[in-house]
């Protein structure tokens, strides 16, 4: 199940079960989003992004979807490894001309064996 | 090859101390970006500097002090730090410091001022 509370918002999953992992962001205006995993002592690491034209992308095992009109995000993990288990941020450019990315509070995806 | 080296991995300074922070790629980026992350918190920019010049300061305390001596390297010079600046640093590259462009971090440098 998925909690929020003082901690960072966990989402424990089984083995070989799907992820849904979702982000709410905060400026219309933003127009490209990206996800990013963070392993214990690592810094993030690109998994997939996707541009404000799009509703959805695909890459190996994971799926992005972007619902403009309620301004959310998610990221869903097909078949969650352990490997899986990670911290995972989305971020979106906030708009400009320039590539500043706002990070969302993060998900702690724990995988369960 | 998508690797961002940053030395030194961790690091303790006091108050009073003089350090840097060294962050280098050798992809050809031309962007490369400082964020500030605390336990449990996402990374928060801090600095952007394309083709070597600074192009964003994110209001950060001047103790705080970038430089870009040249395309593949970027430093963050600390002096007189606090104990609230203790936190993980990390840099990242992008190929340009156009909206878009995937930015690859580093592993960060582990910082605790005391």
């Known amino acids: 199940g998925e909690s929020v509370g003082l901690h960072l918002p966990t989402l424990s999953v089984q083995e070989g079960d799907n992820s849904i992992i979702n982000c709410a962001y905060s400026?219309?205006?933003?127009?490209?989003f990206i996800w990013y995993k963070q392993e214990s002592g690592k810094g993030p690491q690109f998994i997939i992004d996707?541009?404000?034209?799009?509703d959805k992308r695909q890459g190996q095992r994971v799926t992005v979807l972007l619902n403009k009109t309620v301004k959310h995000l998610s990221l869903q993990i097909a078949a969650t490894q352990p490997g899986d288990s990670a911290v995972y941020f989305c971020?979106?450019?906030?708009?400009?001309?320039?590539?500043?990315?706002?990070f969302g509070t993060g998900t702690l995806l724990a995988v369960q064996p | 090859d998508t690797e961002v080296t940053q030395t030194p991995k961790h690091l303790v300074m006091g108050m009073t101390n003089k350090k840097s922070l060294k962050c280098e790629q050798h992809?050809?980026?031309?962007?490369m970006y400082w964020y500030k992350q605390k336990a449990k918190k996402p990374p928060e920019l801090m600095f952007v500097?394309?083709?070597?010049?600074?192009?964003i300061n994110e209001s950060v305390p001047s103790r705080f002090s970038p430089e870009c001596p040249n395309s593949s390297l970027l430093n963050l010079h600390l002096h007189a730090l606090q104990p609230e600046d203790s936190a993980l640093y990390l840099c990242?590259?992008?190929?340009?410091?156009?909206?878009?462009?995937?930015?690859?971090f580093g592993a960060g440098t582990r910082l605790s001022v005391l």
């Open positions: 990242a590259s992008s190929q340009r410091a156009n909206p878009g462009d995937i930015q690859y």
């Open positions: 971020a979106e450019n906030y708009g400009g001309a320039t590539n500043k990315l706002i």
């Open positions: 500097y394309s083709y070597e010049k600074l192009s």
């Open positions: 992809m050809g980026h031309r962007a």
């Open positions: 996707i541009r404000s034209n799009m």
């Open positions: 400026n219309s205006a933003s127009d490209y």
